[in-house]
T-cell receptor, first 115, second 113 residues
Framework: GAVVSQHPSRVICKSGTSVKIECRSL??????MFWYRQFPKQSLMLMAT?????????EQGVEKDKFLINHASLTLSTLTVTSAHPEDSSFYIC???????????FGSGTRLTVV | GQNIDQPTEMTATEGAIVQINCTYQ??????LFWYQQHAGEAPTFLSY??LDGLEEKGRFSSFLSRSKGYSYLLLKELQMKDSASYLC??????????????WGLGTSLAVNP
C-alpha cells in the first residue's frame, strides 16, 4: 500500500533555530500534501495544504513566513519551522492524498521540542 | 460553518461493545472517515462511508446517515489495545478544490479489564 515516510521522528532544537521536516511518498505520487499540528490530547489541526509545483494554501491563523512549505516534487514535501520558539513544540504530521475513496496516507509524525 | 461533534471521552469494559457517535455540519460532503490514534502516533485508517448504511470490517463497523448528518463507529469484542483516541473526519473541498478533511476533536476511549 501507499506509504509516506516522515523524518525526523523526534527533534529537539534551541529557541531561534529552524527545523526542517520531510515527508516522502514511497511508490506513489503525492500531488497534494496536508500538514497538521497536534497538541497533547487535542485533535489534528490543519496548518496548510500544498500542491506540487505551486504555493501552499495556509489555514487562517497560520503564519506562512514561519512555517515554510515546499512541495517541489511529486514525492517530497517539506515543512520548515523557522525561528522556532517553545510554543511551537508540538506533534507535526503530514498526510498525502492518494486519490480514490480511502485516499489519505499519514506520515508517522514528528515530535518537535523547542528548548 | 464547519462543525463536527463527538463525545470527548468514553469508558468501556474488555469484551463489550461500544458505539462512538459523530454528528457533522459541513458546507460540503464527500465522505466520512474514522481513524484510530494511539498517543504519540499518527492516525490509522479504520473506515470510510460515502453512502448511507453500515460498513462492516471485522470487529469495527461504521454507519452513516447523510440526511441526519450522523455517523457512528461500533467496536465489538473490545480489547485493551483498543484504548485510543477515535477521530471522525468529513471530506470537503476547499476553494482550491483540494479534498481536505475536517476533523472532530476525537473521542478518547478507555477500555478497562
Amino acid at each position: 500500500g501507499a506509504v509516506v515516510s516522515q523524518h525526523p521522528s523526534r527533534v529537539i532544537c534551541k529557541s531561534g533555530t529552524s527545523v526542517k521536516i520531510e515527508c516522502r511518498s514511497l511508490d506513489f505520487q503525492a500531488t497534494t500534501m496536508f500538514w497538521y499540528r497536534q497538541f497533547p490530547k487535542q485533535s489534528l489541526m490543519l496548518m496548510a495544504t500544498s500542491n506540487e509545483g505551486s504555493k501552499a494554501t495556509y489555514e487562517q491563523g497560520v503564519e506562512k513566513d514561519k512555517f515554510l512549505i515546499n512541495h517541489a516534487s511529486l514525492t517530497l514535501s517539506t515543512l520548515t519551522v523557522t525561528s522556532a520558539h517553545p510554543e511551537d513544540s508540538s506533534f507535526y504530521i503530514c498526510s498525502a492524498h492518494t486519490g480514490g475513496g480511502y485516499g489519505y496516507t499519514f506520515g508517522s509524525g514528528t515530535r518537535l521540542t523547542v528548548v | 460553518g464547519q462543525n463536527i461533534d463527538q463525545p470527548t471521552e468514553m469508558t468501556a469494559t474488555e469484551g463489550a461493545i461500544v458505539q462512538i457517535n459523530c454528528t457533522y455540519q459541513t458546507s460540503g460532503f464527500n465522505g466520512l472517515f474514522w481513524y484510530q490514534q494511539h498517543a504519540g502516533e499518527a492516525p490509522t485508517f479504520l473506515s470510510y462511508n460515502v453512502l448511507d448504511g453500515l460498513e462492516e470490517k471485522g470487529r469495527f463497523s461504521s454507519f452513516l446517515s447523510r440526511s441526519k448528518g450522523y455517523s457512528y463507529l461500533l467496536l465489538k469484542e473490545l480489547q485493551m489495545k483498543d484504548s485510543a483516541s477515535y477521530l471522525c473526519a468529513v471530506r470537503d473541498r476547499d476553494a482550491g478544490n483540494n479534498r481536505k478533511l475536517i476533523w472532530g476533536l476525537g473521542t478518547s476511549l478507555a477500555v478497562n479489564p
